[in-house]
Each structure stands twice: as structure tokens, then as C-alpha cells.
């Protein structure tokens, strides 16, 4: 019998802040920031004990993942919209009339083309997937993202 095990990100403390801008919405392409919240879902059989994966190992990776997120400008690197340079300790962001000049060391350059939560969602679940040697038995991994309470992208993955 399959079944699956899950993390909530809001009950578990598995979050992070961080600010960022989507260029592609007038709305969202300004800067500005979320408390994200990254929950994530395990299905597969469970083992001769009866337990599909350790709780604390899943919890620990997602910790260890999202660290790097935290309290950090969010950069998508492959925008087409989004020019950056990087010079002296600096990145500056270059979106339609916008300029914005940022201390390196406060920025994420991330290898996404936006940082909507859908991407940020597709970015988290290929680092968690690289970190964990997944057991046979396990069918699927969903990894979702919310930008705050009741509002977020989940992605799933066939393994």
C-alpha cells in the first residue's frame, strides 16, 4: 500500500524571509519580500518497520537548503528582463527604468529565469533531490512553497 508522509513549513519552522521582484508583473516588479514557509510531501511504501523516510533527515536537508535563502535579495540569474553586474562587492539590477545597487554578500544569484514561487518551488526540490539517496520504494517527492498563508505553488517529482 502506498502512502505518503508530509512536512508543514508553518508548523514545523521551516522558513525563510527574503525580498525579490518579478519583472514580468508591474505588481510584483518592484522590490519587495515574503515569509515563505516550504512544505514538502513523501509518498511511497513504507519499510519493514513501517516508516516511508526519517522525518529529521528530510527536516534537516530542507533546513540546510533553505539557509542560503534566508534573509537574502533573491536574483534571477537567466532573466531576460533582469540585467545584472557584479563589480567591487556589489550587484547591480538593471529591470525596465529601474536601477538597484545591492551589497554581494545580501544577494542570491539564482540559476532560475524569475523568482516566482513556482520557480523557487522547481529550484528547492532539484537541490533537496541532488542531497537525499532515495530509497526504491519511494514513488514521488512534492515540494510546495507558500509567499505567506494560503497562497503558494507545489511541484511534484516521479522518482
Request: proline residues 3%; hydrophobic residues 40%.
Amino acid at each position: 500500500m502506498q502512502s505518503y508522509i508530509q512536512i508543514d513549513g508553518w508548523k514545523s519552522n521551516i522558513r525563510f524571509s527574503s525580498a525579490h521582484l518579478i519583472a514580468e508583473y508591474e505588481k510584483c516588479g518592484r522590490l519587495h519580500g515574503h515569509t515563505y514557509a516550504v512544505n514538502l510531501k513523501v509518498c511511497g511504501e513504507p519499510d519493514k518497520n513501517g516508516v516511508i523516510i526519517d522525518f529529521s533527515l528530510l527536516k534537516n536537508i530542507l533546513k540546510s537548503v533553505i539557509k542560503e535563502l534566508d534573509h537574502k535579495v533573491l536574483i534571477p540569474k537567466e532573466s531576460s528582463l533582469v540585467k545584472i553586474e557584479k563589480k567591487e562587492g556589489k550587484v547591480k539590477l538593471y529591470t525596465g527604468s529601474k536601477q538597484y545597487i545591492l551589497p554581494l554578500e545580501d544577494c542570491v544569484l539564482l540559476p532560475i529565469s524569475s523568482t516566482s514561487v513556482e520557480n523557487l518551488a522547481q529550484y528547492i526540490l532539484g537541490k533537496i533531490v541532488k542531497k537525499i539517496a532515495m530509497p526504491k520504494r519511494i514513488k514521488s517527492i512534492e515540494l510546495g512553497i507558500d509567499e505567506g498563508f494560503g497562497q503558494g505553488a507545489w511541484i511534484t517529482k516521479k522518482l
